[in-house]
């Protein structure tokens, strides 16, 4: 019986095309939705299905455009940034981390082709099966439409974790920068709270970090590192007169966030 949570026959059958429904939620609509197909199909699913061909083509095909399409953003958006300095930052970007965020967001785990086992024990939340599926996807975006919507796809679904690289991140961590200063001035180590509301495909995370008792900053995000991240940016900020100590929360979704959790 197919473990995955859809059939790619339940649009035959008259129900909605989930296959499509993804495309959209991508932002691309596939003249081979085969080639999406693929990009869901996980090594598990093959075992169990003989003839069935994985992900692992896409996915290396997708890391080497994901490493492209950041690393010429990055060049051409920090003219002034030395070669160890954008490693650091396209590093910060091209993780498993912030890849298995970008699927979560899009709901990719629904759609994957796992094999019972797999899928048994979590597999569509595990975050090296949804970064590798994200990957796949780039792939099969860029062997179906070219290079602009594989590049409108990387730069739109992984813009926050590119927001972290322009603000800084990869080049200079917050979260390390206030550490040295609480040290330095307080003698002791920043202490971060965080809540999460919200469904896991869309949950916001919210953070706010204590120094001497005192709360110092709040950030928020799409990852508990991203809010910390935020909350650490705004306190550091407002330690050193960066901002007024009345404007301390940072926006992690948009400029500002980190690694996923």
């Not at 939705?33 to 299905?49: D, I, M, V, Y």
């Not at 965080?194 to 916001?204: F, I, N, Q, S």
């Amino acid at each position: 019986m197919p473990s995955t949570t859809w059939s790619p026959s339940s649009a035959e059958a008259g129900g909605p095309d989930p296959l499509a429904a993804l495309g959209e939620r991508l932002g691309h609509s596939f003249g081979d939705p085969g080639l999406l197909r693929r990009a869901l199909t996980h090594r598990s699913w093959c075992a169990e299905h003989p003839g069935e061909l994985s992900n692992e083509r896409l996915e290396f095909l997708g890391d080497a455009v994901l490493g492209m399409v950041v690393a010429e953003h990055l060049y051409e958006r920090f003219p002034e940034r030395s070669e160890g300095e954008l490693s650091k930052a396209r590093a910060s970007v091209v993780n498993a981390d912030a890849l298995a965020e970008a699927a979560r967001a899009v709901g990719l785990g629904t759609g994957l082709r796992l094999g019972r086992g797999e899928d048994a024990v979590g597999g569509r939340a595990k975050t090296s099966i949804l970064a590798d599926a994200m990957e796949a996807v780039i792939g099969a975006v860029y062997l179906d439409g070219g290079l602009e919507p594989a590049r409108r796809l990387v730069l739109e679904r992984l813009a926050s974790a590119i927001e972290v690289a322009a603000e800084g991140a990869g080049v200079t961590d917050y979260k390390t920068q206030l550490q040295e200063l609480a040290a330095r001035r307080f003698d002791q180590l920043p202490v971060y709270e965080v809540a999460d509301e919200g469904p896991d495909h869309e949950k916001r995370f919210f953070a706010s970090v204590r120094l001497g008792g005192v709360e110092r900053g709040r950030g928020e995000g799409r990852s508990k590192k991203q809010a910390e991240q935020a909350a650490a940016r705004a306190a550091w900020r407002a330690l050193t007169g960066g901002v007024d100590d009345g404007d301390r929360t940072a926006q992690a979704g948009a400029p500002g966030g980190g690694d996923d959790a």
